[in-house]
Each structure stands twice: as C-alpha cells, then as structure tokens.
C-alpha cells in the first residue's frame, strides 16, 4: 500500500522534464513478461530477470504475445507521452498513447486549418508525394494522378529491389490477421510497415497533432499516422525487408522488427520525421514553436478574427476584469 500511495502522490513529469520525440528510442518490442513501474523507469519481469528502461527515452513500446502491463506503468508511459501499441501476429492495435510532448496546440491548430480547406488540403497531399520522390515535381497533379503515381513508384521500388537481393517478387500479398500467409518478404515488409505505424502513431501524437486528419488517407482514426509513416516507405520499410528475407526465411518478422530498429536508430529518422510534420503543417518561415514556448501551460481565449484575449478572467465588463 505504501508504494502505491507514494506512486500517486508524485508531481506530473512537465515538457521541461522530457526527451524531445527526435532523440527518444524508436521503439522497444517486449514479449511475454510483465510490466511495472519503478520510480520513473519502466520494468519488464520475466524468468530471466528484471530489466529497467528509463520511460523517458521510450518513442513506442510495442507489447507482444504474453506480456501483462500495470495500472502504475500506463500512468508513467501517459505522463512520458510514449505510445503503447499492442502487436502480434495478426497486426497491430493501436490501444493507447501518451500524452503529447508540449503545451501548445499551435501545430494540431495548423494541421486542422490545412486539413479543412480542399485546396491546402492537396497541397500538403502534393508536399508529401514530393517528400517521398524527390526527382519529381508533383504541382498540378489532381489526387487521382497523385495516387496512380505513387502506385507507380512502389511497384517499381518492388521489382528494383527483388532485383538488388536476387529474390523472387510475385506480388504484394497480405491477409489481414493472418500474418504467416505471405512469403518471407511479404511477411518482412508487414512487419517492417506495422513497426513503422507505431513509431510514427508516437511522433504524431508526442507532437499535440490529430491521427485522423490525413491529407493522403481518409476515413480512419489513423489517417495521418498513415500518411506519415508512408513517407518513408520506400526508401527505409521496403528495401530493409527485401535485405532481412534474402538472408533467410526463418523469423523474418523478429528479424525486421531489430533490423528496422538499429536502421531508425543509425538514420535518425524520429527527428528527421518531426522536421517533415512541421514543414508540412506550419506556414513557412514560422518555426517549430510559433512564438510560443511549447513547455510552457499557456491558455488563451479565442476573441474576434484572430485575435486573443487573457484566460481566467470575466470579459463581461471591460472596464473590470475579474480573475476566476
């Protein structure tokens, strides 16, 4: 009972005490252990022993077949702003998240004004596509000739690739929930793509920015997770699964999953993808905080046009402002 009481009497982790999303680890996979809290470490029991991991330097965590997580480190990982993702065989699920890394609501606020008007809304749909084939230039491309083009470039990265590792490309096959139906370098482009949405699930969300305002999918509580993990599809997810396969078929999905992490990890693509989500959402030349110090609580109220006016007061009487 101690303990507990001692748990929930600590102060909440501010932005001040955090790791910025850009230098946290990509994502750390467990399987078949518990998982509890020890001060501000996470810990992962299992016969072997205990290991602690510091929460505040965990980007994802992915919780596979077998593992059971406390009530005391889902509270940690909330305050940290780690996602938590459960996996397995038959996909992922994207069950919880942390809170996001800063106060501000500066960049979910641009991301909705791009999202809700059509033409902005096809501009970052175009960025994006540049983003990913940098050699060509997409202005003018309606969203039909956007998507032909992208189907396009993957199944040419496909055959190059199957080309460069000497394997055997049939065509990309995935059943949803039954991960051992594809070949070998299916099954590592479904792992690689499922780690992927997680690592990208936690940016956006460490970021104080909306999963389902996408600007290429649509319709999903993820839409935008989707679009940014798509961004490095080609050019990290595929080519690393065609690399794993063509070393051999046995634990290709275990074998992606270490492979991709170390790649995350030697590219720095964490902070390479929160530079891509505010060039994309922010007006240029605005920077990351727009003016505003995102470890800072700072709550304001929407007046006439653009402008602000000071929270915790009573606006009924101008000559009189009355704190609440």
Partial sequence: MSATHSVGKRAALTPRHLTRAGERLSFVYLER??????????????????????SATIGTLLLGPGTRITHQAMSLLGETGAGVVWVGER????????????????LVEAQAARWANQRSRLTVAREM??????????????????????????????????????IRWQGRQYTPGDFASGDAVNQGITAAAQCMYGVA???????GCSPGLGFV????????????????KTEIGIPLAFDVAAEGEEDVGSRTRRALRDRIN???LLDRCVTDIKRLLLPEGAGGGVGVREDEDRVMLRGDGSREVASGRNHGD??????W
């Avoid at 699920?93 to 500066?106: I, P, Q």
């Avoid at 032909?148 to 199957?162: D, H, I, L, S």
């Avoid at 999918?217 to 490095?232: N, P, T």
């Fill in 33 to 54: 252990c518990t998982i509890h809290r020890d001060d501000n470490a996470i810990t992962a029991d299992d016969a072997d022993g205990t290991l602690h991991l510091p």
């Fill in 91 to 106: 996909g992922v699920r994207f069950y919880a998240s942390g809170r996001a890394l800063t106060r501000s609501s500066a």
């Fill in 129 to 166: 596509y540049r983003l990913r084939f940098p050699d060509e230039d997409p202005a003018g491309l309606t969203r039909h000739e956007l998507l032909g083009r992208e189907g396009t470039r993957v199944q040419k990265c496909y055959r190059a690739q199957a080309a460069r590792t000497g």
């Fill in 201 to 207: 699930h936690a940016v956006v969300t460490s970021l």
């Fill in 217 to 232: 999918h649509s319709g999903h509580e993820l839409s935008f997770v989707l679009d940014i993990a798509d961004l490095y």
């Fill in 266 to 268: 030697e590219t720095g």
């Fill in 318 to 323: 101008a000559d009189e402002a009355v704190i």
